[in-house]
T-cell receptor
Framework: AQSVTQPDIHITVSEGASLELRCNYS??????LFWYVQSPGQGLQLLLK??????LVQGIKGFEAEFKRSQSSFNLRKPSVHWSDAAEYFC????????????FGAGTRLAVHP | EAGVAQSPRYKIIEKRQSVAFWCNPI?????LYWYQQILGQGPKLLIQ????????DSQLPKDRFSAERLKGVDSTLKIQPAKLEDSAVYLC??????????FGQGTRLTVV
């Protein structure tokens, strides 16, 4: 069955430090991959997406992610975290074929220390 | 471009009562999703519409949940009767071609 795993439930970093959030997926074919961010009381906002082509994708707010087919991973990175990045981050897999289905991981909550 | 609109934002009901949520997707988006997000978990797909037809409702508790999308635009999700475990945020999302989804702010339901 298709699944998305985000191994880290909580991550705390200092402001200005680099960040990497992990995401692994299980799917027979190459999926469409997404990272969303959710601030408290808000809906989900798309940070970036990967459909095909260059495996390093750039997103909004200075985020980037790299698709590694051999590791079934799509990790999110940011070189320097800002206090406003504190939020919950969700990795999602879009299952192509027929009507595309979007499956989410459990999320990683990011805290940023001043 | 207007985003996905949901109402109400918050709802508190007693168990065994009924409740309905409304969603207006982005204009022109054929695909509409309803997700349930329990506190501390990722969103779980309840039902997916393509225009006004259901394409996936495999995780919808059909004995108490129902959803419709009349004329392929607005959608309503209903719970009747509600249980304590239905307390969650209900997110509506829409997509132009079934890929990148745009989310509303959600409805936070508390069942007491």
């Amino acid at each position: 069955a298709q699944s998305v795993t985000q191994p880290d439930i909580h991550i705390t970093v200092s402001e200005g430090a680099s960040l990497e959030l992990r995401c692994n997926y299980s799917y027979g074919a190459t999926p469409y991959l997404f990272w969303y961010v959710q601030s408290p009381g808000q809906g989900l906002q798309l940070l970036l997406k990967y459909f095909s082509g260059d495996t390093l994708v750039q997103g909004i707010k200075g985020f980037e992610a790299e698709f590694k087919r051999s590791q079934s991973s799509f990790n999110l990175r940011k070189p320097s975290v800002h206090w406003s990045d504190a939020a919950e981050y969700f990795c999602a897999v879009g299952l192509s074929g027929g009507y595309n289905k979007l499956i989410f991981g459990a999320g990683t909550r990011l805290a940023v220390h001043p | 471009e207007a985003g996905v609109a949901q109402s109400p934002r918050y709802k508190i009901i007693e168990k065994r009562q009924s409740v309905a949520f409304w969603c207006n997707p982005i204009s022109g988006h054929a695909t509409l999703y309803w997700y349930q997000q329990i506190l501390g978990q990722g969103p779980k797909l309840l039902i997916q519409f393509q225009n006004n037809g259901v394409v996936d409702d495999s995780q919808l508790p059909k004995d108490r949940f129902s959803a419709e999308r009349l004329k392929g635009v607005d959608s309503t999700l209903k719970i009747q009767p509600a249980k304590l475990e239905d307390s969650a945020v209900y997110l509506c999302a829409s997509s132009l071609q079934g890929l990148e989804a745009f989310f509303g702010q959600g409805t936070r339901l508390t069942v007491v």
